[in-house]
């Protein structure tokens, strides 16, 4: 099975912008998804999120579900 074939240049997440940050990166998927990866290890390779499972993951980060 083939991955998705992005379509976005990977983009930093704001709350990692500063030097020394532990960082990932964020690209959209032509189906829809997303395609995630380390920046400080970007060779490490990609991990695939499905539409409904980015949406999924979004939806509990906004209720709170990955709070400390």
Request: aromatic share 8%.
């Amino acid at each position: 099975m083939e991955p998705p074939h992005i379509v976005t240049a990977f983009k930093k997440a704001s709350a990692s912008q500063g030097a020394g940050q532990d960082c990932v990166e964020v690209a959209h998927t032509a189906d829809g998804g997303r395609a995630v990866r380390d920046s400080k290890s970007a060779e490490a390779g990609l991990q695939f999120f499905a539409p409904g499972e980015w949406a999924a993951f979004i939806g509990g980060v906004k209720a709170g579900a990955f709070d400390r």
